[in-house]
């Protein structure tokens, strides 16, 4: 773990220091958070099966919205089914060495399932059902990955998995209603995290009063972040990302699993 106090890694991370209570500088546990990032660098050790299930037993304690529970996680051990995740992820190579994934599922479906065994009607058939599981899933992932760094293990979400829905929906036999939000890569860190720069806390912590950034702002943030992207700053780099179209065809794959988007 760092060796920096909390006020100390909060400056690296932010470039502005927030006003940390005396008390919790050398909280470990806030050090931990403070000092993570995502790991894509893994040693050949396997991660201990037990390890995967307590994990996710810890990131099914986070909370869930109206206690619905619209989340589930699929450990990845069977040797085809997670060669054949990692060949629809392979535009990012690094996962070729990935010792274990877990993939995070947005389930309704177990909703819609009650409403029929109770006898009850369904009259929230809209946007609002999505939104939910996969809400709910988005925190069982940040649960599980500040689990596993607790531990000491390194992870990183997977997003692109959305890249290929149907395939992957067909080749983890995913019914209608359920689906991947982001698998996670996980294993023992081959290095130790990169603390990257987060914008200001300023421009991102409003008081009362949402506000605005400003061009000047995402400047000097950019300024602190020439590391990554070729050199060109963080929100040249994004808004390049952002100029091309990506996953156009989310929503009809959402649709042809059974959600009404409206
Ligand atoms: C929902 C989600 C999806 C992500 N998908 C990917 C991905 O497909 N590939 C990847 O390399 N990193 C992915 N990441 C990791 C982010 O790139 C990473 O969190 C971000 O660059 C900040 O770095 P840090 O986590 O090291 O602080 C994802 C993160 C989240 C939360």
Redesign the pocket.
């Known amino acids: 773990m760092s060796e920096l106090s909390l006020d100390q890694l909060f400056t690296q991370r932010f470039g502005e220091t927030p006003s940390v209570p005396k008390a919790l500088s050398a909280n470990s546990a806030l050090q931990r958070i403070a000092s ?3 790991c ?1 660098r893994f040693t050949s050790q396997p991660v201990d099966p037990a390890m995967l299930e307590a994990l996710c037993a810890a990131a099914l304690c986070a909370p869930s919205k109206s206690d619905l529970q619209q989340r589930d996680i699929l450990i990845v051990t069977d040797p085809l089914l997670l060669q054949n995740l990692k060949s629809q ?1 392979s535009a ?1 190579h ?1 996962i070729e060495n990935t010792p274990a994934m877990v993939v995070f599922l947005a389930n309704n479906r177990r909703q819609r399932q009650m409403q029929s065994w109770h006898n009850q009607p369904f009259p929230n058939d809209h946007l609002d059902a999505f939104f939910n599981a996969s809400v709910d899933a ?1 925190i069982a ?2 649960f599980f990955m500040a689990a596993a760094e607790m531990t000491g293990l390194g992870c ?6 959305r890249n290929h829905m149907s395939e992957v929906q067909r080749f983890l036999r995913l019914p209608d209603h359920v689906f991947p ?2 698998g996670m890569a996980i294993g023992h860190p081959a290095q130790p ?4 720069a ?1 914008l200001q806390l300023s421009k991102t912590v409003h008081l009362n009063q949402f506000s605005d950034v400003t061009p000047q702002d995402l400047h000097s943030y950019d300024e602190r972040r020439l590391d990554g992207a070729d050199g060109k700053g963080w929100s040249a780099d994004k808004a390049e990302m952002y100029a091309f179209p990506q996953r156009v065809d989310f929503a009809d794959f959402i649709r042809s699993i059974g959600f009404s988007l409206d």
């Open positions: 993570r990032g995502s894509r992820l990012q690094w988005g992932l940040a990183c979400p997977i997003s692109t998995i939000i982001a995290p990169t603390i990257s987060r």
